[in-house]
């Protein structure tokens, strides 16, 4: 080991002991692949596809440090304006990871329910075979959550629950009256467990949260955490530093 991994390792494990709250639900904007992929020299793919590996490090990560719940911005309504090369080659890496996740053991000893929120009527019927495979497989599981938004759009979320309820209330099948908070999360969410998030993090350095979970994120006035590694590169390390942005904003 190195003179600067031991040091890191010894300022991470510093920033560990002075943790005193951890969040429950972290919600992680992926940004920078691309950006990782120019630097190099190589396609968009490329940086994808080294982001994907990023992933289930972070989710091991998450379960160390104690956060039950993580969601992962993989893939936005507007990223369907990309190339259709580009989209096509996301689609099939998003059935390759599912694909593993079902075969992963880890997925099995530790209790993690995997579900997908977005907008499915968007998605391909070879991808959502597969989001309903691993879901199924994952089903009873209740320990972990990975949550992985696809074809997602804020906006979106809040006028197609708008619209739900609004025609339920036409139709005399729900009073205005028993319309609340937890009312709206159970018709956005209906067959999936998402508490409120308590902290954002956007990889990258972009300094927007891109309307992300808007409804539970927002409405919880979450931490939110920029860093300025791409995903790509994002380390332990960095992980531990946006949850000390959570942990300082609950002692505050």
């Not at 379960?63 to 099939?92: C, D, M, Q, W």
Request: aromatic share 10%.
């Amino acid at each position: 080991m190195s003179l600067r991994s031991f040091a890191e390792n010894l300022y991470v494990h510093r920033l560990i002991r002075q943790l005193t709250h951890v969040p429950t639900h972290v919600a992680i904007i992926q940004d920078g692949n691309r950006r990782f992929a120019k630097a190099r020299g190589k396609d968009p793919a490329f940086g994808h596809r080294t982001g994907a590996e990023i992933t289930m490090k972070v989710f091991d990560w998450m379960e160390e440090l104690g956060v039950i719940h993580t969601t992962f911005y993989a893939f936005s309504t507007e990223n369907f304006k990309r190339s259709p090369e580009e989209v096509n080659e996301l689609l099939e890496l998003f059935i390759e990871k599912f694909s593993e996740m079902i075969k992963d053991q880890r997925m099995y000893d530790k209790k993690v329910n995997i579900t997908v929120i977005g907008d499915r009527s968007l998605i391909n019927d070879r991808l959502l075979e597969k989001i309903r495979d691993v879901e199924e497989a994952t089903k009873d599981h209740h320990r972990y959550y990975l949550h992985f938004a696809i074809a997602y759009g804020g906006r979106n979320e809040i006028l197609e629950t708008t619209r739900s309820i609004v025609a339920k209330v036409r139709a005399g099948e729900l009073s205005p009256d028993s319309i609340t908070p937890d009312c709206v999360t159970e018709r956005m969410y209906p067959e999936v467990e998402m508490p409120p998030v308590d902290l954002i993090i956007r990889t990258a350095n972009d300094k927007r949260t891109s309307n992300f979970l808007p409804w539970l994120a927002n409405g919880n006035e979450a931490a939110v955490c920029f860093c300025v590694p791409p995903w790509p590169v994002f380390r332990y390390v960095d992980m531990v530093r946006a949850l000390r942005t959570y942990d300082q904003r609950m002692k505050a």
